[in-house]
């Protein structure tokens, strides 16, 4: 098991900047994939980056192409997804997911979640 738990969501203004953290534990946190999905209100659960296993390759939604980045630090088990240049359409439920043990980001299937955290962005 992977215990997630995410931080660092709030209510910004469209062009800010917020910073989510996920802190993992129960494995070995470099063994795995990580991810970030969001859910708006109605709409379904979407993709928004992922990283893989040392860091080094990263996988983008367009839709946050340019304006978010993952990145994530083994020694301290825990994965951040940067973003900046927010709008209003970015307003969700933020999730941190961990893929399969030794997984790839290109065809990240995530197989634990955190509890989420809000992300609100007023125009």
């Known amino acids: 098991q992977v215990q997630l738990v995410e931080s660092g969501g709030g209510l910004v203004q469209a062009g800010g900047s917020l910073r989510l953290s996920c802190a993992a534990s129960g494995r070995t946190f470099s063994d795995y994939a990580m991810g970030w999905f969001r859910q708006a209100p109605g709409k379904e659960r979407e993709f928004v980056a992922a990283?893989?296993?040392?860091?080094?390759?990263?996988r983008y939604a367009d839709s946050v192409k340019g304006r978010f980045t993952i990145s994530r630090d083994n020694a301290k088990n825990t994965v951040y997804l940067q973003m900046n240049s927010l709008k209003p359409d970015d307003t969700a439920v933020y999730f941190c997911?961990?893929?399969?043990?030794?997984?790839?980001?290109?065809?990240?299937?995530?197989?634990?979640w955190g509890q989420g955290t809000q992300v609100t962005v007023s125009s």
């Open positions: 990283v893989s296993l040392s860091g080094a390759s990263t």
């Open positions: 997911a961990a893929g399969q043990p030794y997984g790839s980001i290109w065809s990240f299937t995530p197989v634990y």
